[in-house]
């Protein structure tokens, strides 16, 4: 039973345009969720992440949005840069819960930005 | 300030095999944590040390082990490799006390094992 699923295992956004990249959860306890980024060969790097109590937070370009009643969150990126092409992972964790499970991720969106 | 290092970074095995992974955290961070990624699976949760202990642990079999050590540097064990535990493991070190709270992971470049 997947928790924690990102529905999209591709996305094609040309350069400027806004990503858009979504994640939803099953797991009614997660109350924290973070986004990160994936380069072939390298480990995951922390993006941005939100807590429950909120439902926006940014960054820079990226701002998270958690809609709580959907159990949904997306991550948008504006402007896509080359740059950002890699393997974004959402994660959930039940922090009130002493986050005893750990981070659950998602199998991830692979974004390219295409010039 | 140096990131997570993790050792070796590829490694192949055969069946029934052991293989044990070597972490060096952040220094100053005092958690540890490691995660298997598959494509099948995605990235999934084995357990996180901290302060030399075992606090957490995800739904893996006890052929999986770990432990850390005083200066919080960890060590993962696979004992009886079977095919399925081909895998890039990555470790990951925080500062904080409870896994998946506000202070961030740091994540290592993980480990490719191939298992034959």
């Known amino acids: 039973d997947q928790q924690v699923k990102q529905n999209s295992p591709s996305l094609s956004v040309q350069e400027g345009r806004i990503s858009i990249l979504n994640c939803d959860y099953t797991n009614s306890m997660f109350d924290y969720f973070l986004w990160y980024k994936k380069y072939p060969a390298e480990g995951p790097t922390f993006l941005i992440s939100i807590s429950s109590i909120k439902d926006k937070n940014e960054d820079g370009r990226f701002t998270v949005f958690l809609n709580k009643s959907a159990k949904h969150l997306s991550l948008h990126i504006v402007p896509s840069q080359p740059g950002d092409s890699a393997v974004y992972f959402c994660a959930a964790s039940a922090l009130s819960g002493g986050g005893a499970d750990g981070l659950t991720f998602g199998k991830g969106t692979h974004l390219i930005i295409q010039p | 300030k140096a990131g997570v290092t993790q050792t070796p970074r590829y490694l192949i095995k055969t069946r029934g095999q052991q293989v044990t992974l070597s972490c060096s955290p952040i220094?100053?961070?005092?958690?540890v944590s490691w995660y298997q990624q598959t494509p099948g699976q995605g990235l999934q949760f084995l357990f996180e040390y901290f302060s030399e202990t075992q606090r957490n642990k995800g739904n893996f079999p006890g052929r999986f082990s770990g432990r850390q050590f005083s200066n919080s540097r960890s060590e993962m064990n696979v004992s009886t490799l079977e095919l399925g535990d081909s895998a890039l493991y990555l470790c990951?070190?925080?500062?904080?006390?409870?896994?998946?709270?506000?202070?961030?992971?740091?994540f290592g470049p993980g480990t490719r094992l191939t298992v034959l």
């Open positions: 220094s100053g961070h005092r958690s």
């Open positions: 990951a070190s925080s500062v904080g006390i409870t896994i998946g709270a506000s202070d961030t992971q740091y």
